[in-house]
């Protein structure tokens, strides 16, 4: 079984910055892509970033420039770092990876248990 564990959410002001943390553990083989999503409440979960094994990054446009997503493998970690944090940025933030648990089977997506990120004043 795998397991992706979030941390790093919380309240901040508008302007501000919060760093997400996302580590993937279990059986595991390897890690591919990895990504970080959003819901806010009444919407749809949404795209922020996704970074592949090799370090290829896209963003929404509504992030770029402001947020970062990076990767550690060696730690099967990823990154959110998030900058200039606006009202609208407020959401449950879900983390995404598709994990290879062995050499013969096909990757499996799973998903953390969101952590919740406010912007307020």
């Known amino acids: 079984q795998v397991q992706l564990v979030e941390s790093g959410g919380g309240l901040v002001q508008p302007g501000g910055s919060l760093r997400l943390s996302c580590a993937a553990s279990g059986s595991i083989f390897r890690v591919g892509a990895m990504a970080w999503y959003r819901q806010a409440p009444g919407k749809q979960r949404e795209l922020v970033a996704d970074?592949?094994?090799?370090?290829?990054?896209t963003y929404a446009d509504s992030v770029k420039g402001r947020f970062t997503i990076s990767r550690d493998n060696a730690k099967k970690t990823v990154y959110l770092q998030m900058n200039s944090l606006k009202p609208e940025d407020t959401a449950v933030y879900y983390c995404?990876?598709?994990?290879?648990?062995?050499?013969?089977?096909?990757?499996?997506?799973?998903w953390g248990q969101g952590t919740q990120v406010t912007v307020s004043s």
């Open positions: 995404n990876a598709d994990v290879k648990e062995s050499p013969m089977r096909d990757a499996t997506g799973y």
């Open positions: 970074i592949t094994r090799g370090g290829t990054t």
